[in-house]
């Protein structure tokens, strides 16, 4: 083999070799890349989650504070229709009350 081919072989070899070395490196630097990228991804979709479980969570609240006001209310309005009858039944008591005095009183007199 002649010293020509032998040198043209050695620095095609040494050239495969940093060749190889270059793409080793990228992608070293790529998987770097990658999980960087992930990282950021992930950290984005954590943030992302809570801000929808805090929405969820807000929005339950207003939905659980909604119906206990729609219970309150309904408890307010019914206790308020019952006072409106005992009173209403408390006037008609004190109008017989009143009318029985009146007879008893006319029945004395008389």
């Known amino acids: 083999m002649s010293e020509v081919k032998f040198n043209a072989y050695s620095k095609a070899i040494i050239e495969f070799e940093d060749e190889i070395k270059r793409i080793k490196r990228e992608i070293a630097d790529d998987s770097k890349r990658l999980i960087t990228l992930s990282d950021s991804y992930l950290s984005e979709l954590r943030a992302t989650a809570e801000r929808s479980l805090g929405e969820i969570q807000k929005l339950l609240n207003e939905e659980k504070k909604r119906q206990l006001d729609e219970i309150r209310n309904k408890y307010?309005?019914?206790?308020?229709?019952?006072?409106?009858?005992?009173?209403?039944?408390?006037?008609?008591?004190i109008d017989k009350v009143v009318n029985e005095v009146i007879r008893q009183l006319l029945g004395v007199f008389k």
């Open 76 to 93: 307010i309005s019914e206790r308020e229709k019952q006072l409106d009858e005992i009173r209403k039944e408390a006037e008609k008591n």
